[in-house]
T-cell receptor
Framework: GESVGLHLPTLSVQEGDNSIINCAYS??????FIWYKQESGKGPQFIID?????DKRQGQRVTVLLNKTVKHLSLQIAATQPGDSAVYFC???????????FGAGTRLAVHP | EAQVTQNPRYLITVTGKKLTVTCSQN?????MSWYRQDPGLGLRQIYY???????DKGDVPEGYKVSRKEKRNFPLILESPSPNQTSLYFC?????????????FGPGTRLTVL
């Protein structure tokens, strides 16, 4: 079946460093991708999205890169801060929220 | 404040005792959905609703029921809970069903079935 997976369950970085979180998807028909942030005790929160007709999209301190050839996307967080500590997961859609497949998540720990 | 609320936030119950988890949104969203989150797995959709009186099964609907009598509310019903339904549950809503409409999640309900 379809799957979305993250390469590392945990990632530790120093405050101020850049963080890169990776995600792979299996369905070549996926045309929309979302990154979420989930802080402890809270629901997922939208960070950034990207359509399949784009390779890169930038937000505030975050960049998402999409490589459709190898079905891989990544989330880059610049100048990581303690407030960035959370679980990050990607989701891929082949059409609508009822066809959204979520990855399991990478826990980002930011150390001072 | 625009938000999705869930109640209760925590619940411990016993096998077979019917329970309802409520979900309410104040954003006049048409689309609402329930997910469960288990360790090592991504969010999995249980049921979704595209509007009042319109509901459909997600990927893991067995053992659950929903209703959508009002636009703002989307309760999740477990008629006869079993231990394998122990999980963290999230309700979510968006304006429409298109993924470009940001989906807002509730704070979660942690359910333990003994």
């Amino acid at each position: 079946g379809e799957s979305v997976g993250l390469h590392l369950p945990t990632l530790s970085v120093q405050e101020g460093d850049n963080s890169i979180i990776n995600c792979a998807y299996s369905n070549s028909a996926s045309d929309y991708f979302i990154w979420y942030k989930q802080e402890s005790g809270k629901g997922p929160q939208f960070i950034i999205d990207i359509r399949s007709n784009m390779d890169k999209r930038q937000g505030q301190r975050v960049t998402v890169l999409l490589n459709k050839t190898v079905k891989h996307l990544s989330l880059q967080i610049a100048a990581t801060q303690p407030g960035d500590s959370a679980v990050y997961f990607c989701a891929a859609s082949a059409g609508g929220y009822n066809k959204l497949i979520f990855g399991a998540g990478t826990r980002l720990a930011v150390h001072p | 404040e625009a938000q999705v609320t869930q109640n209760p936030r925590y619940l411990i119950t016993v096998t077979g005792k019917k329970l309802t988890v409520t979900c309410s949104q104040n954003m006049n969203h048409e689309y609402m959905s329930w997910y469960r989150q288990d360790p090592g797995l991504g969010l999995r959709q249980i049921y979704y609703s595209m509007n009042v009186e319109v509901t459909d099964k997600g990927d893991v609907p067995e053992g659950y029921k929903v209703s959508r009598k009002e636009k703002r509310n989307f309760p999740l019903i477990l008629e006869s809970p079993s231990p394998n339904q122990t999980s963290l549950y999230f309700c979510a809503s968006s304006f429409k069903t298109g993924v470009t409409d940001t989906q807002y999640f509730g704070p979660g309900t942690r359910l333990t079935v003994l």
